[in-house]
């Protein structure tokens, strides 16, 4: 399961201030809490890439004008609601807030369409999230999108040279007052039949998708059977995973905070309280 989220900096935030927290504080914050450490198998950041505009993609850039996206990999659900109600996660993590307090939010399981021999992750990744059309249900938004929507797009990414992966992210079920009383009590729940990812080569690859006489029209052709236009939005993002449990013989080293003796473990069995007395 994935616990994905797009998200945007406030308003009177640089981006590259916001860059900096989420990707050096909040990053530093999540490796030595224990209770993320334990939850979340794989952790992935995507940054926007500056100067696309919507007129270079399939589907148009959000409204939103969202500024990021994570991925977050967990067992079950069960794992997903354990740092929002352990004391370590509302102590440390929840006092971060760094961002504005819209997201975007979808639980979705996770199904492999295409992989090139020797791909590695990150670099330049195309997102698409696909809102279903009102009257086709999910089971059939998903059959659609596998069976017929899938095979144009790597058919046209290959024959373009463009395509290192595609992958599905079919919507699965989440209750939003799960996140109540934490940062993502404000974020859209639910809105998405889907989330598509596209690792490719370069931003370039955009243009060429774009403005091929094939591959933008019989793309756009399938979709049209399942995919609404109004609320589908994408994202361009270079990909960078901060660590990842998910595969075997390939799995980051083990965070210090979670082996007995290390200084992060001693640090954290201080607890977060006592050595912050306020003033009367």
Not at 57 to 78: Q, R
Not at 106 to 126: Q, R
Not at 241 to 255: A, C, H, Q
């Amino acid at each position: 399961m994935k616990f994905i989220l797009a998200a945007r900096r406030k308003p009177q935030d640089t981006q590259e201030r916001y860059f900096y927290e989420w990707g050096i504080i909040h990053v530093a914050l999540m490796v030595t809490t224990p209770s993320v450490m334990r939850s979340f198998k794989r952790y992935a950041q995507h940054y926007s890439v500056q100067g696309v505009v919507s007129d270079s993609l399939i589907y148009p850039l959000s409204p939103m004008a969202w500024d990021n996206m994570a991925d977050h990999w967990v067992e079950d659900l069960e794992s997903l609601v354990l740092p929002f109600k352990s004391a370590d996660y509302c102590e440390r993590m929840q006092p971060h807030s760094f961002g504005d307090s819209n997201f975007a939010l979808e639980l979705t399981s996770t199904h492999p369409i295409f992989e090139a021999p020797g791909f590695k992750s990150g670099g330049v990744k195309l997102i698409h999230f696909l809102k279903r059309r009102p009257a086709i249900s999910q089971e059939e938004f998903v059959h659609r999108w596998r069976t017929e929507y899938a095979p144009v797009v790597v058919k046209h990414l290959q024959r373009l040279g463009a395509l290192r992966k595609y992958q599905h992210n079919p919507q699965l079920s989440l209750n939003p007052e799960i996140f109540k009383g934490t940062l993502f009590e404000r974020g859209g729940v639910g809105h998405y039949g889907g989330i598509e990812e596209i690792w490719l080569n370069s931003v370039q690859d955009l243009v060429r998708l774009r403005s091929d006489a094939h591959a933008y029209p019989e793309i756009r052709s399938a979709a049209a059977k399942f995919v609404a236009d109004e609320g589908t939005f994408s994202m361009v993002t270079t990909e960078r995973v901060i660590y990842d449990y998910s595969v075997p013989g390939k799995e980051s080293p083990l965070p210090a905070v979670l082996r007995s003796g290390t200084l992060e473990s001693q640090i954290d069995a201080q607890g977060y309280k006592s050595w912050n007395v306020s003033g009367s």
